[in-house]
């Protein structure tokens, strides 16, 4: 069977959605949903297989900058949206949009290509490897109380709607981007992705809510929400379903949570993609009783190798020589110099010096964003260490003060 591959064109792009919403089940976008991913697109980074007039395979990326290790905004492709018909599986056409996407990516001179999968088993073979972490929590409020900062009942926490909020909330965001690695900056549009609210996303729920925190007149963080009431003969059991939470403080971030903890008629509070270590999990009186669970995040590809490990900033000191296998991407595979100074800046250049540390670009993708240690890879077996005291260094250097999380879906 001859299929062909080729950049999606305007007139394609009913024909490629329904090829996607089939792969995904056959449930389509909510028409608000299909209208701001169609505006959000980048049709020359859409990529589409055709067997004669259907359409038979789908990927696509956005021109992200995302946050690394020391608050640099480094370009990346968000891989998005990618898909093969089920009557078209081991027939290498997902081989060859990972291909096609991946040089195509390299010469848009993105160092980084990130993905959020939808089965973790997929893109390994294509040189991604987890690199963040979400921590999804169902907090029982009736066991639960919250130890409280200094300072939070001096925070105001008001209603607003989303949209009227929408400007705060962006700059409340904008400001922790930099502090987080695996943030993605968000560029003009993606503001609606956070308050998309198609009926369909709610599960039984309210339409989106949103509060505001503020001290002294100024927005110091949001929290938007959906209501999801239930009763039994005992009396109400409703559920308050995060979507977004963020502060600027200490005590902004613990009275947004005392707000959501004291909503009527609710005794659970949920949420489903917070930071590995969020503060929330040292607020909480019993741990146990939220329900703490954690899955794999963002998936980290470095397309440039070499630059891309310039781009970030190190913990220490560093010098020492990676011998790289890339399968995938050849022009990666081979021997670096990875040196940083004092001040965390660094050069990896190309070198025949003799290997201290060998591992594949999958783990250096893991440990990119500072979440993942090579120690802890090298007690896998992932990573060998060729000289003595050479993994010590490098994983110190490659660790990051707060953990990688990206926040939001694309």
């Known amino acids: 069977m001859t299929t062909e591959l080729r950049v999606l064109s305007a007139a394609e792009s009913d024909a490629w959605f329904g090829s996607l919403e089939l792969a995904f089940g056959g449930v389509p976008f909510s028409p608000e949903s299909r209208e701001m991913y169609t505006a959000l697109a980048e049709p020359q980074r859409a990529l589409a297989h055709w067997d004669g007039a259907d359409c038979v395979g789908t990927a696509g990326s956005y021109s992200f900058r995302v946050t690394v290790p020391g608050g640099e905004a480094v370009p990346a492709a968000g891989v998005t949206m990618v898909s093969v018909s089920s009557t078209h599986r081991r027939q290498g056409l997902l081989t060859a949009m990972m291909r096609r996407q991946l040089d195509d990516v390299r010469s848009w001179g993105e160092p980084l290509a990130v993905l959020l999968a939808s089965e973790p088993g997929i893109y390994g073979r294509f040189g991604y490897s987890a690199a963040t972490a979400e921590t999804s929590l169902r907090i029982d409020t009736s066991r639960v109380s919250l130890m409280l900062p200094p300072g939070t009942d001096e925070v105001r926490v008001r209603r607003s709607s989303p949209a009227q909020a929408l400007d705060a909330c962006e700059a409340v965001y904008a400001q922790l981007a930099a502090a987080r690695p695996g943030t993605p900056l968000r560029r003009p549009g993606w503001e609606r992705v956070p308050v998309n609210d198609p009926e369909s996303a709610r599960k039984g729920g309210s339409p989106l809510q949103c509060v505001l925190a503020e001290r002294d007149g100024e927005v110091t963080g949001y929290a938007t929400f959906h209501l999801r009431p239930a009763w ?96 995938f991407c050849s022009w990666n595979a081979g021997r670096w110099r990875l040196t940083a100074d004092a001040k965390g800046a660094a050069t990896c250049r190309r070198t025949d010096d003799e290997p201290e540390l060998a591992l594949s670009v999958n783990q250096l993708g893991a440990a990119y964003l500072g979440g993942e240690s090579l120690t802890t890879l090298a007690a896998a077996g992932q990573v060998r260490e060729l000289r003595v005291g050479a993994l010590a260094e490098a994983a110190l250097a490659f660790s990051s003060d707060v953990q990688p999380w990206c926040p939001h879906g694309f």
């Open 232 to 327: 039994d003969d005992a009396g109400p059991r409703g559920t308050v379903a995060v979507r977004d939470l963020a502060a600027l403080d200490p005590a902004s971030y613990a009275a947004l949570w005392r707000f959501l903890f004291g909503i009527d008629l609710t005794t659970v509070v949920e949420c489903h993609n917070r930071p590995a270590d969020d503060a929330v999990l040292r607020l909480v009186s019993d741990v146990r009783r939220c329900e703490v669970r954690q899955r794999d995040g963002l998936y980290v590809r470095l397309v440039e190798l070499g630059a891309a490990l310039e781009a970030r900033r190190y913990r220490a000191p560093v010098d020492v020589v990676l011998e790289v296998e890339d399968t």
